[in-house]
């Protein structure tokens, strides 16, 4: 099962423009790539997913090279509630892996 | 729409006790999955049950075991606790269980064994 290897912090400003990236070199096949992000005692939350190229959707874009041993997560103009942990996953068959997951800190 | 309803909220519980958690899932999810979160880490994949069925078991003793409902509601039931069982036990349900479908996450239930 593939496994994920994102950075462990990131600190941004209020307004910026965030990318995450995650390395997943024993991507399988039929795995997507998944982003969640998570608040403290609660349950993660779907950000984004993406099999290939890039997906955009109204809070973020997943662009996924093709060799798909990478993933980047952008985060367009962050603000202070998005302070949390952001998870990379890759998955097929049911079984998701959590990686360290990546704690964004917004700075006013 | 109701979420992923999980109960209860907190438990705390001596070693060697059992334990049973429930979940809910979004009406019209026929998948749950089970994912133990332990302080300061990322969820670990436990047990994925579909329509009944196992169809996934991660890397956890036999004391877990866990099962789904006609409802689709399931319970996860974990026997002789040790301290090292302490963690946020999430439940999550999807459609089918496909790499495809978005899974959807509870809040949790976080369990302390003392």
């Known amino acids: 099962l593939a496994k994920t290897t994102q950075p462990i912090s990131m600190d941004s400003y209020e307004g910026q423009e965030v990318n995450i990236t995650c390395s997943h070199n024993?991507?399988?096949?039929?795995?997507?790539i998944t982003w969640y992000q998570q608040f403290p005692s609660q349950g993660p939350r779907f950000i984004i997913q993406g099999y290939k190229t890039k997906v955009t959707n109204e809070v973020a874009s997943l662009f996924i090279p093709a060799d798909r041993k990478s993933s980047t997560l952008s985060l367009p103009r962050v603000s202070l509630s998005d302070t949390a942990v952001y998870y990379c996953l890759v998955g097929a068959l049911y079984k998701y892996i959590f990686g360290t997951g990546t704690r964004l800190k917004v700075l006013a | 729409d109701a979420g992923v309803t999980q109960s209860p909220t907190h438990l705390i519980k001596t070693r060697g006790q059992h334990v049973t958690l429930r979940c809910s899932p979004i009406?019209?999810?026929?998948?749950v999955s089970w994912y133990q979160q332990v302080l300061g880490q990322g969820p670990q994949f436990i047990f994925q049950?579909?329509?009944?069925?196992?169809?996934g078991r991660g890397n956890f003793p036999d004391r877990f075991s866990a099962r789904q409902f006609p409802n689709y509601s399931s319970e996860l039931n974990v026997n002789a606790l040790l301290l090292g069982d302490s963690a946020l036990y999430l439940c999550?349900?999807?459609?089918?269980?496909?790499?495809?479908?978005?899974?959807?996450f509870g809040p949790g239930t976080r369990l302390t064994v003392l």
């Open positions: 049950y579909y329509e009944k069925e196992e169809r």
């Open positions: 024993n991507i399988a096949t039929n795995d997507y």
């Open positions: 009406s019209g999810h026929k998948s």
């Open positions: 999550a349900s999807s459609l089918e269980g496909a790499s495809t479908d978005t899974q959807y």
